[in-house]
């Protein structure tokens, strides 16, 4: 079984910054691509940020110069630096990776924007 464990969502003003981590775990042979997507209330689910195994990144037009996607591969970790946020960034934040070619999701966490 492979596990995605998320942290280091909350509330925060307008302007501010967060840095979400997903952390795998489990029996895991090799990861792929890793990101992050949000979920508004009364909205679909969409892709915020991606990196591959080799460190190639893809991003969401509305977070392009905010958001930066990382990955530590020895600890199965991505992590998620969101900069500038804006109300419009409120949503529970899901991480999703590849792994052994099987796709995961974690549990979500929420981020606030709000003054």
């Known amino acids: 079984q492979v596990q995605l464990v998320e942290s280091g969502g909350g509330l925060v003003q307008p302007g501010g910054s967060l840095r979400l981590s997903c952390a795998a775990s489990?029996?895991?042979?090799?990861?792929?691509?890793m990101g992050w997507y949000r979920q508004a209330p009364g909205k679909q689910r969409e892709l915020v940020a991606a990196?591959?195994?080799?460190?190639?990144?893809n991003y969401a037009d509305s977070v392009k110069g905010r958001f930066t996607i990382s990955r530590d591969n020895a600890k199965n970790t991505v992590y998620l630096q969101m900069n500038s946020l804006k109300p419009e960034d409120t949503a529970v934040y899901y991480c999703?990776?590849?792994?052994?070619?099987?796709?995961?999701w974690g549990q979500g966490t929420q981020v606030t924007v709000s003054s």
């Open positions: 990196i591959t195994s080799g460190g190639s990144t």
């Open positions: 999703n990776a590849d792994v052994d070619y099987g796709m995961h």
């Open positions: 489990g029996s895991i042979f090799s990861i792929n691509a």
